[in-house]
């Protein structure tokens, strides 16, 4: 099975200021035949189902706020959020889908400091 | 708009059987792969099983091969999710998931508790 490893596993950043979540594969998710990155990010608020907030590893879905952005290919990858709102504060989890079974990182809690 | 609403879960004693149902609209149901994803209380989210769009290919977490299995009715836009021989450690909140081709579009997921 692939691991997910996300780091941290919390962080307090101030309102305004950018929270960066990092994912690490244990292989690569990035297929060659179209290069994507089978990589996606989510984002679960206390009490609700997860979101999808990015997906190929760095494109916003609709609604998505700009603030949220995504990098990396292959194996390393960040989600970053430019400048903190209140309204983001979640547990945020990077997930691949190269291969069954599909597997998540352990989440990323995002706090306000 | 994706709308998956869960059904059928609860308490249920070890070693007894329970069966998830989640109906859907906003995928195009029936030409969609879905899912199970599980989240223990506090914990992270564990995907459970896949069917596709059909029902001929189903994939299963190791952890649940042999005691779950996931089928799907497209005339109802249901797929149903058959747990048996459950243990303390499946209690849960199950989601069900429509795969689009950029990730996962979630229920609101319901409990399942398995306790003497």
């Known amino acids: 099975d692939i691991v997910m490893t996300q780091s941290p596993d919390s962080l307090a950043v101030s309102l305004g200021e950018r929270a960066t979540i990092n994912c690490k594969s244990s292989?690569?998710?990035?297929?060659?035949?179209?290069?994507?990155?089978?990589l996606a990010w989510y984002q679960q608020k206390p009490g609700q189902p997860p979101q999808l907030v990015l997906s190929?590893?760095?494109i916003r879905e609709s609604g998505v706020p700009d603030r949220f952005s995504g990098s990396g290919s292959g194996t390393d990858f960040t989600l970053t959020i430019s400048s903190l709102q209140a309204e983001d504060v979640a547990v945020y989890y990077c997930?691949?889908?190269?291969?069954?079974?599909?597997?998540f990182g352990q989440g990323t809690k995002v706090e306000i400091k | 708009e994706v709308q998956l609403v869960e059904s059928g879960g609860g308490l249920v004693q070890p070693g007894g059987s329970l069966r998830l149902s989640c109906v859907g609209s906003?995928?195009?149901?029936?030409?969609?792969?879905m899912h199970w994803v599980r989240q223990a209380p506090g914990k992270g989210l564990v995907w459970v099983s896949r069917?596709?769009?059909?029902?001929?290919?189903?994939s299963y977490a190791d952890s649940v091969k042999g005691r779950f299995t996931i089928s799907r009715d497209n005339a109802k836009d249901t797929v149903f999710l058959l747990m048996s021989s459950l243990r303390a450690d499946d209690t849960a909140v199950y989601y069900c998931?429509?795969?689009?081709?950029?990730?996962?579009?979630w229920g609101q997921g319901i409990h399942v508790t398995v306790s003497s």
């Open positions: 998931a429509c795969e689009a081709p950029t990730g996962l579009f």
């Open positions: 906003g995928c195009t149901f029936s030409g969609y792969w």
């Open positions: 069917i596709d769009s059909v029902g001929g290919t189903r």
């Open positions: 292989r690569n998710v990035l297929y060659s035949s179209n290069n994507k990155n089978y």
């Open positions: 190929w590893a760095s």
């Open positions: 997930q691949q889908h190269y291969t069954t079974p599909w597997t």
